[in-house]
């Protein structure tokens, strides 16, 4: 047709990210980047990305990266750059803050000697990489993309890590502000934070989500893996993965297993690291919770030993409007593994909970009887709601779909043409004020 412009990019097009928190191979961590920007060097692209070698979950970093200012290597066909970061992330707000600061200022000496990119992307959080965009896109002549995964300085208030009113919640506002307005696009990855950018001046925003990885049910896989944690055939798992945080809320699961009574076969699985920890790992010792086992962060081939053991995951954070417009990682991996899952989240979460046969409740009291009456369903209808789960994620979020996506921006980004939002038609709308876990027939008779 006359006046469109093609979607697949020149031969020898460059991307340069800058982006913290991208994990080392094998790492705990969230891979989104990774597999977004493998698919693109699949198609030709050239990627350099920025990041730290220690983890944001656990804090360490790996052996090989120590004692070392800078890192690169070949990951998936991208040019990884790993740059040296302080530690203690999770001893202190200082420590954090030294951390992100640190990053920033090695980032960015690291980038301004690479070659030069057709595009920059700068992802947030940490906001302190943020500045880095329009300073890199003036150093090199291109347009630049700010990503927000989290909107901040708003989340930061959310889990108690800064006051409202303080003079460094103004001052992360003021930079949020003066980065966003001047971005050539403003990525996001779930349509509810398009207003919220929006208010941070935010002048053109696309959504793009992360992408479902198909893990295929394995029986011996899991018949192992559930054999290793001590888990029967006639038990319900229970999976929660990911980071383990003020703002992760495991408090409530573990007061709502106290509710559930010994009889019902139910264990659940917390896998993972984070400020959190320590606090969760006495609760659990000093309570006797035996049916609630807590394992460190894990490599990332071992997520899926506990992915093909588990029945259903578990998604769970504060009550706070803010999340209810997130898409976690943990979501896709479990949409992905054909896990049907339950969320205490509103919004977003809870809307693609139902879609794919899973269930959202509000309180530890609706979650405790969540936990009941799922452990009691029959275990065919448990893997008809993972089918359910796995065709809905595969259906909206395909990595191929979200790849072609992400190259087509970039390269309308390079000819000067105006965005155009993606939407999700087929999530519905969810009033929890109605019951959406599984029906009643399943309930325990006590």
């Known amino acids: 047709m006359a006046g469109d412009i093609s979607t697949v990019a020149p031969a020898g097009r460059r991307l340069l990210c800058v982006y913290q928190h991208a994990p080392t191979p094998g790492a705990p961590g969230i891979y989104r980047h990774r597999r977004l920007f493998a698919g693109l060097v699949r198609r030709g692209w050239t990627v350099d990305v920025v990041s730290t070698p220690r983890n944001y979950m656990s804090g360490e970093m790996p052996d090989r990266y120590r004692r070392r200012g800078l890192v690169t290597e ?200 984070g400020s959190g920890r320590q606090a969760l790992a006495e609760t659990l010792a000093a309570q006797r919770l035996d049916r609630l086992t807590l394992l460190p962060a894990i490599p990332r081939d071992a997520v899926d030993d506990l992915l093909a053991a588990a029945d259903v995951g578990l998604h769970l954070l504060r009550a706070d409007p803010v999340f209810e417009s997130a898409l976690p990682s943990k979501v896709l991996d479990y949409l992905g593994a054909h896990l049907p899952f339950i969320t205490t989240v509103g919004g977003l979460p809870a809307q693609i909970a139902l879609a794919g046969g899973g269930g959202a409740v509000r309180s530890g009291g609706e979650l405790a009887e969540a936990i009941e009456r799922w452990s009691d369903m029959p275990a065919e209808e448990r893997r008809r709601r993972g089918e359910q789960a796995f065709a809905y994620g595969q259906r909206e979020y395909g990595i191929e779909a979200r790849v072609a996506r992400l190259e087509a921006l970039l390269v309308e980004l390079l000819a000067g043409r105006p965005q155009a939002r993606e939407r999700n038609p087929a999530l519905v709308q969810v009033n929890l004020d109605v019951p959406v876990d599984p029906p009643g027939r399943f309930r325990r008779k006590i």
């Open 74 to 273: 070949k990951i998936d066909g991208i040019d990884h750059h790993w740059v040296w970061s302080p530690g203690g992330i999770h001893r202190s707000r200082l420590s954090r803050a030294a951390n992100y600061g640190a990053f920033a200022l090695a980032s960015a000496l690291r980038a301004l000697t690479l070659p030069r990119p057709d595009v920059v992307m700068i992802s947030s959080p940490p906001l302190t990489v943020a500045p880095l965009g329009p300073l890199l896109a003036r150093r090199f002549g291109c347009p630049w993309i700010l990503e927000v995964r989290d909107i901040w300085p708003e989340s930061a208030v959310s889990v108690g890590w800064l006051r409202r009113q303080s003079v460094a919640y103004r001052v992360l506002e003021e930079v949020a502000r003066r980065t966003t307005e001047r971005a050539d696009l403003v990525l996001v990855p779930t349509p509810g934070l398009e207003p919220l950018v929006r208010a941070h001046g935010a002048q053109s925003i696309v959504t793009l989500t992360g992408a479902v990885t198909p893990r295929p049910p394995a029986a011996a896989r899991r018949a192992a893996v559930r054999a290793r944690l001590g888990v029967s055939d006639a038990e319900c798992l229970f999976l929660y993965l990911g980071a383990i945080g003020v703002a992760n809320d495991l408090d409530t699961l573990v007061e709502a297993f106290k509710r559930v009574p010994p009889e019902v076969q139910a264990r659940i699985v917390v896998a993972g690291d």
